[in-house]
């Protein structure tokens, strides 16, 4: 599976966080509601564009499109939690 460069991004934003196991549960549970969110960032986009790149929201709007690509997102940050879990158990023993 080729990994996108802002999936990749993205993951690393939330895991840096500490926030991967809540992202995971905010994006599976509103997985349904994804592609009415991509539409809503369309329709914001004029206004969003003063204080976002429109690449990044370009971006987001294919994330959020795109079952697959969001898919992959929470995959991203299921390793990444397993990861921690596992370097974090290495550490106590």
């Given at each position: 599976?080729?990994?996108?460069?802002?999936?990749n991004?993205?993951?690393?934003?939330?895991?840096?966080?500490g926030?991967?196991?809540?992202?995971i549960?905010?994006?599976?549970?509103?997985?349904?509601?994804?592609?009415i969110?991509?539409?809503?960032?369309?329709?914001?986009?004029?206004?969003?564009?003063?204080?976002?790149?429109?690449?990044?929201?370009?971006?987001?709007?294919?994330?959020l499109?795109e079952?697959?690509?969001?898919?992959?997102l929470?995959?991203?940050?299921?390793?990444?939690?397993?990861?921690?879990?596992?370097?974090q158990?290495?550490?106590?023993?």
């Open positions: 599976m080729i990994q996108d460069p802002f999936i991004q993205i993951a690393n934003k939330i895991a840096d966080l926030l991967t196991t809540p992202a549960l905010l994006l599976t549970a509103h997985k349904p509601w994804a592609f969110g991509s539409q809503c960032l369309l329709v914001a986009q004029p206004t969003l564009n003063i204080v976002m790149p429109p690449q990044t929201i370009q971006n987001l709007v294919n994330l499109a079952d697959s690509r969001l898919e992959q929470i995959a991203s940050l299921e390793s990444r939690a397993t990861e921690s879990r596992a370097t158990d290495g550490l106590s023993t």
